[in-house]
């Protein structure tokens, strides 16, 4: 009886974790945001979340469009140059290669942030 209740107990804390995790991985939205950090024309990007969790973030400039992230949608999204994105109160930020907010995005030495529109 005992290790039923023990088993009982895992199984409910096991179930709770998991439900944790995948909450954590739950996209912001469905469709395509844009944003920037450096202001301007030909300086934009875009982020696309599918309802499955797919993600691609696209950088335009004058000579065309990159995709910098291709894959499930996570909070932060890392790059493969170590870069990456942070999305907090409808804001997004820029992150450096160690995983803090870049700064002095606009000559300003501020946090790199943007509004999605």
Same mark, same amino acid.
């Given at each position: 009886m005992r290790i039923n209740k023990l088993l009982s107990c895992f199984l409910i804390g096991l179930s709770a974790i998991s439900s944790s995790i995948a909450a954590q991985e739950k996209p912001l939205f469905v469709g395509k945001k *844009? *944003?920037?950090f450096y202001g /301007? =024309?030909? =300086? /934009?990007?875009s982020i696309t979340?599918?309802?499955n969790g797919n993600t691609i973030v696209e950088g335009c400039g004058a000579s065309g469009c990159v995709i910098e992230y291709k894959g499930k949608f996570t909070n932060p999204l890392r790059f493969k140059d170590g870069g990456g994105l942070l999305f907090k109160d409808g804001k997004v930020y820029a992150l450096h290669e160690k995983g803090g907010i870049e700064k002095d995005c606009? /000559?300003?030495d501020e946090p790199c942030m943007s509004e999605l529109y």
């Amino acid at each position: 009886m005992r290790i039923n209740k023990l088993l009982s107990c895992f199984l409910i804390g096991l179930s709770a974790i998991s439900s944790s995790i995948a909450a954590q991985e739950k996209p912001l939205f469905v469709g395509k945001k *844009f *944003f920037s950090f450096y202001g /301007g =024309s030909g =300086s /934009g990007q875009s982020i696309t979340i599918k309802a499955n969790g797919n993600t691609i973030v696209e950088g335009c400039g004058a000579s065309g469009c990159v995709i910098e992230y291709k894959g499930k949608f996570t909070n932060p999204l890392r790059f493969k140059d170590g870069g990456g994105l942070l999305f907090k109160d409808g804001k997004v930020y820029a992150l450096h290669e160690k995983g803090g907010i870049e700064k002095d995005c606009m /000559g300003d030495d501020e946090p790199c942030m943007s509004e999605l529109y």
